[in-house]
C-alpha cells in the first residue's frame, strides 16, 4: 500500500493502512452469522463493497445492505434505490438511526411540509421502500441471522451474532444504539469514534456487534471526495479548496446562495471553490491576521454542513447507475452542474461505468436546458431579507463584522456602575 501510495500517488487514508481495523474486521466476520454493511444512503455504492458481501458470504454469513441515514433522502430517492438493490439481487434494508427532525434546521422545517406533501403523494406508490423503525429493523435482523446454516451452533451462546461493518461515519453505533434505545455505544459527527469492536445483546434474541470504521481499499477516490463524504475528519483536511470544489459542482448554487445568503457569479461564469469561500468569509467576517479572508475556516463550516446533512437544502443524493443525475431536481444537481461534473467524473470514487455514462448523456442534452434554466434566472442579487444568514452565529452584519463580540461599550458602562465595588 505504501509503494502504491509513493509511486501511483494514490490516496491511501490511514483506515485503510491500519492493521488493527482489519483484523478487527476479520474478528467481527469470524463470530457472525449475519454481516450487515451499514451505508450512507445518499451515496450507497460510494460505501458498498461487493468484495466485503462475496468475502462474508465465503465466510458462511448472511449478508444484507442497511441504507442509514434515509431522513435525508425524498421518496423519490428511496424508490429509485430500492429498485436498483432489487435489480442488482442484494437484500437492502432502510433505516434512519436519527429520525427526520431531530436536528432540524430552520431549512428542514421549511421543506418538511412540502416534504410531507410529496411523501403522502407518493404513499400510493407501492414500490417505495419501507424506511423501517428499530423494532422493524431488530426483526429484519433476528431474520437473516435465523437464515444463516450455522446460526445456532458457531455461536459460543447460541444466540446469533449480527456484524455490522462499514465506513466511518455512516452511522453504525447510531443504529445500534437506535435498536438497543440507549446510548450504548459512543456516537461522534467526527469520523473514526469507533476503535474498537463490541458486543451487545439486543433482548435474548440476537447479538450486535458494532465495528470499527473501515475503509475498502479503492485506488480511484481522492482525499477530496472521501472528505465530502464524510469519512476523512474536516478538522484534518490539508486543502480545503479540493472537497470545497466538489460541492460547488454537485449543489446547486442558488441553493448555496440562499441558504447561507450570499452573493455568488451568474451562470455562465463558472462557481469556484475560492469564490464561494470568499464570499462566505467575507460576509461571516472570517478574516485571518492579515485580513485575508479565512478559506479554511470557511470551508470547515460549508463542509459540516454538508456531511451532517444539517442544512436540507444542501443534501446532495447520488442517483443510481442507470438513473441519470439529471432526471431530478429529485437528485438535485443541475444540468449547468453537471457539465463541469463530467470532468470531474474520473475522480468520483466507485462511480462505475454507468455513472459516466449518465453524466455525458445529460452533458450532450445540457445546451437547450441551460438556455432555458438561465434565461428564467433574474439578476437580483440574492440576500436574504434578514441580512444574516441561517444557523450560525456569526457577527454582526454592520459595523466591524468580524468582532464576535460587539460588547465593549456594555463592558465599559458595568465597569463604571461597579467601580465602587474596586475602590
Ligand atoms: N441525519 C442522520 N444522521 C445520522 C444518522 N445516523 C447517524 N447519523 C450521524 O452520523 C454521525 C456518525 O454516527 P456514528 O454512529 O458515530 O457513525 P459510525 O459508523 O459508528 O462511525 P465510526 O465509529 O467512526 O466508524 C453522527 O453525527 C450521527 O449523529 C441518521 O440516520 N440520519
Ligand atoms: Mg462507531
Same mark, same amino acid.
Given at each position: 500500500?505504501? =509503494?502504491?501510495?509513493? !509511486?501511483?500517488? &494514490?490516496?491511501?487514508?490511514?483506515?485503510? !493502512? +491500519? =492493521?488493527? %481495523?482489519w483484523r478487527q474486521l476479520w474478528r467481527v466476520l469470524e463470530r457472525s452469522q449475519a454481516v450487515v454493511q451499514i451505508v450512507d444512503a445518499r451515496d450507497p455504492l460510494f460505501f458498498y463493497s461487493p468484495d466485503l458481501d462475496a468475502y462474508a458470504k465465503e465466510c458462511g454469513c448472511q449478508t444484507a445492505v442497511l441504507l442509514n441515514k434515509c431522513d435525508l433522502l425524498t421518496p423519490i430517492q428511496l424508490t429509485a434505490w430500492r429498485q436498483y438493490f432489487q435489480t442488482a439481487g442484494t437484500r437492502a434494508l432502510f433505516f434512519s438511526a436519527k429520525p427526520a427532525g431531530s436536528e432540524a434546521d430552520e431549512d428542514a422545517q421549511d421543506v418538511a411540509q412540502a416534504e410531507a406533501d410529496e411523501a403522502a403523494a407518493i404513499h &400510493? +406508490?407501492?414500490s417505495m421502500p419501507k424506511v423501517l423503525a428499530p423494532d422493524g429493523l431488530a426483526e429484519a435482523l433476528a431474520d437473516l441471522a435465523a437464515e444463516a446454516s #450455522?446460526?445456532?451452533s458457531s455461536s459460543a451462546t447460541g444466540v446469533p451474532v449480527v456484524g455490522l461493518v462499514g465506513y466511518p461515519n455512516v452511522g453504525k453505533s447510531s443504529s445500534i444504539n437506535a435498536l438497543l434505545r440507549a446510548k450504548k455505544v459512543p456516537e461522534s459527527a467526527t469520523p473514526g469514534r469507533t !476503535?474498537? =469492536?463490541?458486543? #451487545? $445483546? =439486543?433482548?435474548?434474541?440476537? &447479538?450486535?456487534c458494532d465495528c470499527p470504521g473501515l475503509v475498502m481499499p479503492?485506488?480511484?477516490?481522492?482525499s477530496a471526495d472521501l472528505v465530502v463524504h464524510g469519512v476523512l475528519p474536516i478538522d484534518n483536511m490539508r486543502d480545503c479548496l479540493g $472537497? &470545497?470544489?466538489? #460541492?460547488?459542482? @454537485?449543489?446547486? @448554487?442558488?441553493?448555496?446562495?440562499e441558504v447561507y445568503g450570499l452573493r455568488l457569479p451568474e451562470p455562465p461564469e463558472p462557481l469556484t471553490a475560492a469564490g464561494l469561500l470568499t464570499a462566505y468569509a467575507e460576509l461571516h467576517g472570517y478574516t485571518t491576521?492579515?485580513?485575508? $479572508?479565512?478559506?479554511?475556516?470557511a470551508a470547515r463550516e460549508i463542509l459540516k454542513d454538508s456531511v451532517t446533512g444539517r442544512r436540507k437544502a444542501l443534501v446532495y443524493c447520488q442517483a443510481p447507475p442507470g438513473l441519470q443525475q439529471i432526471d431530478g431536481v429529485d437528485f438535485n444537481s443541475r444540468p449547468s452542474e453537471l457539465s463541469i461534473k463530467t470532468a470531474t467524473m474520473s475522480m468520483t470514487a466507485a462511480a462505475g461505468e454507468d455513472r459516466e455514462d449518465a453524466a455525458s448523456v445529460a452533458a450532450a442534452s445540457l445546451t437547450d436546458f441551460d438556455?432555458? %434554466? %438561465?434565461?428564467? !434566472?433574474?439578476?437580483?442579487v440574492r440576500f436574504r431579507a434578514t441580512g444574516r444568514p441561517q444557523g450560525h452565529s456569526g457577527a454582526e452584519q454592520t459595523g466591524k463584522s468580524w468582532k464576535r463580540h460587539n460588547n465593549s461599550s456594555k463592558r465599559e458602562k458595568l465597569r463604571r456602575v461597579y467601580r465602587h465595588l474596586d475602590q
Amino acid at each position: 500500500m505504501a =509503494l502504491l501510495e509513493a !509511486k501511483d500517488g &494514490v490516496a491511501m487514508t490511514p483506515y485503510e !493502512k +491500519n =492493521l488493527d %481495523f482489519w483484523r478487527q474486521l476479520w474478528r467481527v466476520l469470524e463470530r457472525s452469522q449475519a454481516v450487515v454493511q451499514i451505508v450512507d444512503a445518499r451515496d450507497p455504492l460510494f460505501f458498498y463493497s461487493p468484495d466485503l458481501d462475496a468475502y462474508a458470504k465465503e465466510c458462511g454469513c448472511q449478508t444484507a445492505v442497511l441504507l442509514n441515514k434515509c431522513d435525508l433522502l425524498t421518496p423519490i430517492q428511496l424508490t429509485a434505490w430500492r429498485q436498483y438493490f432489487q435489480t442488482a439481487g442484494t437484500r437492502a434494508l432502510f433505516f434512519s438511526a436519527k429520525p427526520a427532525g431531530s436536528e432540524a434546521d430552520e431549512d428542514a422545517q421549511d421543506v418538511a411540509q412540502a416534504e410531507a406533501d410529496e411523501a403522502a403523494a407518493i404513499h &400510493v +406508490n407501492e414500490s417505495m421502500p419501507k424506511v423501517l423503525a428499530p423494532d422493524g429493523l431488530a426483526e429484519a435482523l433476528a431474520d437473516l441471522a435465523a437464515e444463516a446454516s #450455522l446460526a445456532s451452533s458457531s455461536s459460543a451462546t447460541g444466540v446469533p451474532v449480527v456484524g455490522l461493518v462499514g465506513y466511518p461515519n455512516v452511522g453504525k453505533s447510531s443504529s445500534i444504539n437506535a435498536l438497543l434505545r440507549a446510548k450504548k455505544v459512543p456516537e461522534s459527527a467526527t469520523p473514526g469514534r469507533t !476503535k474498537h =469492536l463490541q458486543t #451487545l $445483546p =439486543l433482548g435474548d434474541r440476537l &447479538v450486535l456487534c458494532d465495528c470499527p470504521g473501515l475503509v475498502m481499499p479503492q485506488f480511484v477516490g481522492t482525499s477530496a471526495d472521501l472528505v465530502v463524504h464524510g469519512v476523512l475528519p474536516i478538522d484534518n483536511m490539508r486543502d480545503c479548496l479540493g $472537497p &470545497v470544489q466538489l #460541492l460547488c459542482d @454537485r449543489i446547486d @448554487r442558488q441553493a448555496l446562495a440562499e441558504v447561507y445568503g450570499l452573493r455568488l457569479p451568474e451562470p455562465p461564469e463558472p462557481l469556484t471553490a475560492a469564490g464561494l469561500l470568499t464570499a462566505y468569509a467575507e460576509l461571516h467576517g472570517y478574516t485571518t491576521g492579515h485580513g485575508v $479572508p479565512h478559506l479554511d475556516r470557511a470551508a470547515r463550516e460549508i463542509l459540516k454542513d454538508s456531511v451532517t446533512g444539517r442544512r436540507k437544502a444542501l443534501v446532495y443524493c447520488q442517483a443510481p447507475p442507470g438513473l441519470q443525475q439529471i432526471d431530478g431536481v429529485d437528485f438535485n444537481s443541475r444540468p449547468s452542474e453537471l457539465s463541469i461534473k463530467t470532468a470531474t467524473m474520473s475522480m468520483t470514487a466507485a462511480a462505475g461505468e454507468d455513472r459516466e455514462d449518465a453524466a455525458s448523456v445529460a452533458a450532450a442534452s445540457l445546451t437547450d436546458f441551460d438556455k432555458q %434554466f %438561465f434565461a428564467e !434566472k433574474t439578476a437580483d442579487v440574492r440576500f436574504r431579507a434578514t441580512g444574516r444568514p441561517q444557523g450560525h452565529s456569526g457577527a454582526e452584519q454592520t459595523g466591524k463584522s468580524w468582532k464576535r463580540h460587539n460588547n465593549s461599550s456594555k463592558r465599559e458602562k458595568l465597569r463604571r456602575v461597579y467601580r465602587h465595588l474596586d475602590q
